[in-house]
């Protein structure tokens, strides 16, 4: 671990402290700590919980939003409030509502839609990312993933196409999303579409082998 780190409160060269619970909720001391989760600052009186990490350099906290560790890292919050790991006093959530938060966070991420997807345009001031045309409103547009660089990282990034413009728009050298599979993928995909839309738009779209 770095000793520099200001996410870890391990005293700076001196031997680790033996008896460190694995487990420190408490609010934040200061604002100079980052979430492990969201890489956010985790601003100062905040509830945080602290992970214990015994690293190579030396034993301390990385430090989470109890909010964000409820949500990514629920075993940790479980063991934490079993273990009744908080500073005398403090004030914390309980444990049902940080599994609420939990549930929310999962329902959420399932019902995220990933592309391949055919939906209804919910206006018509969208152009189509391939022929640049409008696509009228309540027709059917298509979202296909395109590659986008940011910086150093590369992402996946969903652009909506006319269906009449996916056979070519996928065969795009930054377009991601594969031939293969194609029409599984969006019938998979398209949820609270109806079949006869999807068939629809497939039947627009064409053969893409
Ligand atoms: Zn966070
Ligand atoms: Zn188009």
Avoid at 68 to 85: F, G, H, L, N, S
Avoid at 126 to 145: F, G, N, P, W
Avoid at 172 to 201: H, K, P, W, Y
């Amino acid at each position: 671990m770095n000793a520099d780190d200001p996410t870890t409160d391990a005293p700076q060269g001196e031997a680790p402290e033996p008896e460190l619970p694995q487990y420190n909720i408490e609010q934040a001391r200061s604002s100079r700590s980052r979430c492990r989760t969201c890489k956010r600052k985790i601003e100062k009186d905040v509830i945080r919980i602290g992970i214990l990490l015994e690293g190579p350099y030396g034993t301390g906290y990385l430090w989470h939003h109890l909010n964000c560790a409820a949500k990514r890292r629920a075993d940790d919050v479980e063991a934490a409030y079993e273990a009744q790991a908080w500073t005398e006093g403090l004030e914390v959530p309980s444990l049902e509502s940080l599994r609420a938060l939990r549930e929310k966070a999962e329902q959420a991420k399932a019902e995220r839609k990933e592309a391949p997807y055919v939906e209804r345009a919910p206006s018509g001031r969208a152009k189509c990312k391939h022929c640049e045309e409008l696509i009228e409103k309540d027709s059917l547009r298509v979202a296909l993933l395109r590659e986008v660089t940011f910086g150093q990282q590369v992402r996946g990034t969903p652009i909506n196409v006319h269906p009449r413009c996916v056979a070519a728009e996928i065969r795009a050298e930054d377009c991601v999303t594969e031939i293969d599979g194609f029409d599984e993928a969006l019938r998979a995909n398209s949820r609270g579409m109806d079949d006869a839309a999807i068939q629809a738009a497939l039947t627009e779209i064409g053969d893409l082998g």
